[in-house]
Nanobody, 122 residues
Framework: VQLQASGGGLVQAGGSLRLSCAASGRTLSSYGMGWFRQAPGKEREFVAA????????YSADSVKGRFTISRDNAKNTVYLQMNSLKPEDTAVYYC????????????????WGQGTLVTVSS
């Protein structure tokens, strides 16, 4: 499956962005999906994940209450709504499809998109 992330950009602190992750090659409903991010000089970290049906979601403590993950299996797309953005949210955001059992570990994800840059200015 090929994943294409989009929606990144430059936004002021307190603003909002919605990232999209569109899939091709295979239906996304076969996979749990996640968003990760990587800031310069830091390791890639878990942001949010959603089960195949969308009935279960998980979020990192750092984004709880601000970011919401959702999916539309009919459109083969996963979203990350990001509100109340902070400068520390600045990173390249990656979407990924998992086959492993854990939602928060990069090793359980087998397909990765190319990433989209989010820059939050103070």
């Amino acid at each position: 499956v090929q994943l294409q992330a989009s929606g990144g950009g430059l936004v002021q602190a307190g603003g909002s962005l919605r990232l999209s992750c569109a899939a091709s090659g295979r239906t996304l409903s076969s996979y749990g999906m996640g968003w990760f991010r990587q800031a310069p000089g830091k390791e890639r970290e878990f942001v949010a994940a959603i089960s195949r049906s969308g009935g279960l979601t998980y979020s990192a403590d750092s984004v709880k209450g601000r970011f919401t993950i959702s999916r539309d299996n009919a459109k083969n797309t996963v979203y990350l709504q990001m509100n109340s953005l902070k400068p520390e949210d600045t990173a390249v955001y990656y979407c990924a499809a998992k086959t492993g059992t854990d939602y928060t570990m990069t090793r359980d994800y087998v397909y990765w998109g190319q990433g989209t840059l989010v820059t939050v200015s103070s």
